[in-house]
T-cell receptor, first 111, second 114 residues
Framework: DAKTTQPPSMDCAEGRAANLPCNHS???????VYWYRQIHSQGPQYIIH???NNETNEMASLIITEDRKSSTLILPHATLRDTAVYYC????????????FGKGTKLSVKP | DTGVSQDPRHKITKRGQNVTFRCDPI?????LYWYRQTLGQGPEFLTY????????KSRLLSDRFSAERPKGSFSTLEIQRTEQGDSAMYLC????????????FGEGSRLTVL
C-alpha cells in the first residue's frame, strides 16, 4: 500500500500558486519524497524529489517539514496545462526497485 | 524522439487470447519497469529488470504474465489466456543505473479484453 495520504482533488485559479499537500507520517530516515504527475492519457512525469531540504527546479518547489512527516508541492504560477493527477510517493529509488503510487490528487486549474 | 517507446498503443482482444507488449527504454538506461494502471487508480508495479535480470516481481504478476528483457535492451510483457480483468493501461518506464528515483515513463499500451 502507498505510504502517503493526499486529498483526492483540488482546484486552483490560473496564474495562482497551487499548493498540493501530502502526509507521510511513517517515512523512514533513508526514504525520499517524490512527486510525479500524470496528464490525461499520458504516462506519469517526474516532477521533483527531496530527502530533508526544500528543493526547487524549473517545474516546482518541494517543501518538506522538519519532522519529514509531510510535504507540499508548489506550482508557483499554475496554468491550464498543469491540470493533472499529482502523485506523492515515498521510497528509496536508489536501492529499491520500484515506486508505489497511490491515487494522487486531481488538480484542476481553472481560468 | 529518444524517450521510452511502447508498442502497440492500443490492443483489443477477445478473452482467452494471448497478447504481447513491447517496450524500448531510453538507450543508456539499465533499469526497466512495468506498471499496470486501471481507471481511476494510480499505476501498480508489476516487475522490474536491471539489464537482463528480472530482480523483482509483484504478486500481481500471475502465472499468466511473463516479462522478458533478453539482451538488456527492449522488453516484452506477455499475457496469456487474457481475462476481462486484464483490461488496463500497461506502462513501461526506465531509469539509469544510478537511479535517484526518477523514472521515465512511456505513453503506455492500452489493453481492452472483450
Amino acid at each position: 500500500d502507498a505510504k502517503t495520504t493526499q486529498p483526492p482533488s483540488m482546484d486552483c485559479a490560473e496564474g495562482r500558486a497551487a499548493n498540493l499537500p501530502c502526509n507521510h507520517s511513517t517515512i523512514s530516515g533513508n526514504e525520499y519524497v517524490y512527486w510525479y504527475r500524470q496528464i490525461h492519457s499520458q504516462g506519469p512525469q517526474y516532477i521533483i524529489h527531496g530527502l530533508k531540504n526544500n528543493e526547487t527546479n524549473e517545474m516546482a518547489s518541494l517543501i518538506i517539514t522538519e519532522d519529514r512527516k509531510s510535504s507540499t508541492l508548489i506550482l508557483p504560477h499554475a496554468t491550464l496545462r498543469d491540470t493533472a493527477v499529482y502523485y506523492c510517493i515515498v521510497g528509496n529509488g536508489g536501492s529499491q526497485g520500484n515506486l508505489i503510487f497511490g491515487k494522487g490528487t486531481k488538480l484542476s486549474v481553472k481560468p | 524522439d529518444t524517450g521510452v517507446s511502447q508498442d502497440p498503443r492500443h490492443k483489443i482482444t477477445k478473452r482467452g487470447q494471448n497478447v504481447t507488449f513491447r517496450c524500448d527504454p531510453i538507450s543508456e538506461h539499465n533499469r526497466l519497469y512495468w506498471y499496470r494502471q486501471t481507471l481511476g487508480q494510480g499505476p501498480e508495479f508489476l516487475t522490474y529488470f536491471q539489464n537482463e535480470a528480472q530482480l523483482e516481481k509483484s504478486r500481481l504478476l500471475s502465472d499468466r504474465f511473463s516479462a522478458e528483457r533478453p539482451k538488456g535492451s527492449f522488453s516484452t510483457l506477455e499475457i496469456q489466456r487474457t481475462e476481462q480483468g486484464d483490461s488496463a493501461m500497461y506502462l513501461c518506464a526506465s531509469s539509469p543505473h544510478a537511479n535517484t528515483g526518477e523514472l521515465f515513463f512511456g505513453e503506455g499500451s492500452r489493453l481492452t479484453v472483450l
